[in-house]
């Protein structure tokens, strides 16, 4: 009986043992499949996992040893690279074939399959306007497309503005204007905006001439603006008419007026002569007719320099090449010139043309790029010296012939030699000059305009002699007046006698002087970098040393400041702040007219009521100088370089392009350039 309740015990601890072994094997296993696979098992603890599992007397299963080696390859390197290629090619093909086929898609929607007629409505006073006016001419009160939709039709009612030409200063108030404050109608001869910095090297064909124009319709489009292909011939200011021009197909004369609210002038300008003699045998850049008809010539004498009948000296005069003018519009052509031959030349035509080929480049100063720092003028010089472009400083043009050039230059011991230079082509780019309409403005203004280069405006960009707030002018066309003492003199004068007193024998303290001052830097913004140091100012002009300036002195100090404010250069660049400031300026004025219509406000000067005056701000100038560029960014800072320098050159007129559809065509026209070369046809 007790052997039997031993039997029993024991036989129930042997089970209790092994199921403990058992449960304690689970958790080993546990233990074990837990363990973080990058962990390396030392030797100790191998050993004691090998005890443990024979005292629990399993089996233990075969181990893999963790390592950071790579996995064995079944296969070469070389191999599995070309398996890494091919996934990458094929995957590249699938892409470019689904951008493909969605082109394809996207080309095939823009067809129309089915024409789309429908009934229009349209005024009767735009097929047939009424006429009135001066010289009972037409009157366009009514536009034939201010029906076309609901938003046109919502502008029908608003202020009339009306924009002379279509360049810089136009297109950049058209892009920035809102389109839900204006009637707008912008008339120019030409239908497309010029990227005239790009313009020297479309003469070369380093850049297509597309490339450089953009449809002037796709512009104002974005504020359901109006076009009328014609010129503007004169205006009428006191019945706000703008006189318009145009040639039907006949070719006889058909005048009408366009009436106007505001009316911005922005027609550019001319090439000045500057009084020299036989410019009918010179070509300009100014256009892109200009551009083409220069490619033309220059590719015309390279292909008649090639005939076998062509005499050594005739040969010579066709291949010589002359520009007058050291600014940067001639520089650059010079060397977009200097590029085409030295680079296409060879390649296409006899080397014997290379060897007489010659650049000559006229300038009447001391520099070439005179308006850039020194360094910078230096540097372009030697550039040029170094690719054998004859640069001839202090030089005038006398008289330009068929065949030859005369001019006359100063030599070192300052004596005027007359020369003559045989050219076969000759380009004329030597300043700007007014328009027949500025001239024709300017005369009917009288003492208002007193400028012979520009129509003069105030800050503000009003045109003087003109009824404020109704007409403006912006760019080349236009120069902002600066009269700081003329202005602030007569302030004074008014101010002493509201309160009684001779003007002659008002007396400014220091703290009269600093309001002053701060009246000229709100009027004139340019002055502000003359009027730093308003204590060494006082000090300076007040010469009785009295601690006041009176009448004289004060007059004599804005005076100085007047000679220091230079006109405000003819670029680009300052076309295109000015047409940003005028949109934000008209912007915020209609914006403010219902408030200021509120409080019977009508008349006076709402622009200084409402914005600020004008500021230019210099951003520098580049110009390009045969496969490196140059960088003036005023005040000491500027830099040249060679290729890298060029692409920087590229970058900043890449970006300033118009519109998205000339960046494409200048990028892809300089792609052509470096797998084809240039375009050399003639057409």
């Not at 030797?43 to 024979?54: E, L």
């Not at 006359?408 to 380009?427: A, H, R, S, Y």
């Amino acid at each position: 009986m007790l052997n039997a309740r031993h039997a029993a015990r024991l036989s129930s601890g042997t089970a209790a043992s092994l199921a403990g072994r058992s449960r304690n094997a689970k958790q080993t296993r546990t233990l074990f499949t837990k363990l973080p696979q990058a962990t390396t098992v030392t030797q100790n603890t191998r050993h004691a996992a090998s005890r443990t599992w024979r005292l629990l007397g399993l089996r233990q299963a075969p181990t893999r040893q963790l390592s950071g080696a790579p996995l064995p390859q079944r296969s070469s390197r070389l191999l599995n690279w070309g398996y890494r290629a091919a996934a990458v090619f094929g995957s590249t093909i699938a892409v470019l074939g689904v951008g493909v086929v969605g082109f394809f898609l996207y080309d095939a929607s823009t067809y129309k399959l089915h024409a789309s007629r429908e009934d229009i409505k349209v005024s009767p006073l735009a097929l047939n306007p009424r006429r009135g006016g001066p010289k009972n001419l037409p009157i366009i009160e009514v536009c034939i497309d201010d029906d076309d939709d609901e938003e046109r039709q919502k502008q029908k009612e608003k202020p009339r503005l009306v924009i002379l030409g279509g360049g810089w200063g136009g297109v950049a108030l058209l892009k920035e204007l809102n389109p839900d404050n204006y009637h707008v109608t912008v008339i120019s001869p030409t239908n497309y905006f010029l990227f005239t910095p790009m313009l020297p090297s479309a003469t070369v064909g380093t850049l297509g001439l597309r490339s450089l124009v953009e449809p002037i319709r796709n512009i104002i489009s974005g504020v359901k603006g109006h076009f009328i292909l014609a010129s503007a011939e004169d205006v009428d200011f006191s019945c706000r008419l703008v006189e318009v021009t145009q040639k039907n197909l006949r070719g006889e004369e058909e005048r009408f007026y366009v009436p106007y609210d505001k009316l911005v002038i922005a027609v550019g300008s001319v090439t000045n002569s500057h009084g020299v003699k036989g410019l009918e045998n010179c070509s300009f850049l100014k256009d892109i007719n200009d551009a083409r008809d220069i490619r033309n010539k220059v590719i015309k004498n390279l292909e008649l320099s090639c005939l076998p009948t062509i005499p050594d000296d005739e040969r010579k005069r066709l291949l010589s090449f002359v520009v007058c003018g050291g600014g940067p519009t001639g520089v650059e052509f010079a060397a977009e010139l200097y590029d085409l031959l030295n680079e296409d030349l060879t390649e296409l035509f006899p080397r014997l043309l290379r060897n007489e080929i010659s650049v000559h480049l006229i300038q009447s100063r001391g520099h070439i790029l005179n308006t850039y720092d020194e360094n910078i003028s230096k540097y372009a010089e030697d550039r040029f010296a170094r690719d054998q472009v004859h640069v001839l400083t202090n030089a005038r043009v006398a008289e330009i012939r068929p065949d030859s050039i005369v001019f006359t230059q100063k030599t070192e011991d300052n004596k005027i030699v007359t020369k003559e230079l045989p050219m076969g082509f000759c380009l004329w780019s030597t300043g700007v000059s007014q328009t027949s309409l500025c001239q024709a403005l300017a005369a009917k203004l009288g003492d208002a305009q007193t400028n012979r280069h520009a129509l003069e405006t105030d800050t503000h960009l009003r045109l003087n002699g003109t009824r404020l707030g109704d007409v403006y002018a912006i760019g080349d066309c236009s120069t902002v007046q600066n009269n700081v003492a003329d202005h602030i003199v007569t302030f004074l004068r008014v101010q002493a006698w509201k309160h009684g007193k001779d003007p002659e024998n008002v007396e400014l303290k220091f703290s009269d002087w600093r309001d002053v001052a701060e009246k000229v830097r709100t009027r004139f913004p340019q002055a502000v970098g003359h009027l730093k140091r308003l204590d060494k100012l006082f000090q300076e002009y007040d010469k009785d040393q009295s601690g006041t300036l009176d009448f004289g002195e004060l007059r004599e100090l804005l005076k100085q400041i007047d000679s220091k404010l230079t006109s405000l250069p003819a670029t680009a660049q300052r076309a295109h702040q000015q047409g940003l400031y005028l949109a934000h300026k008209l912007n915020k004025m209609a914006r403010a007219a219902e408030e200021l219509r509120a409080n019977d406000i009508v008349e006076g000067d709402m622009d200084a009521a409402v914005y600020k005056a004008f500021e230019y701000k210099h951003l520098g100038s580049l110009a390009y100088v045969g496969n490196s560029a140059v960088f003036d960014f005023g005040e000491g800072w500027n830099f040249a370089g060679g290729l890298w320098a060029v692409y920087a050159w590229r970058s900043i007129y890449f970006a300033q392009s118009v519109s998205f559809r000339t960046r494409v065509l200048m990028a892809m026209d300089w792609a052509k350039r470096s797998l084809f070369g240039r375009d050399l046809m003639s057409y």
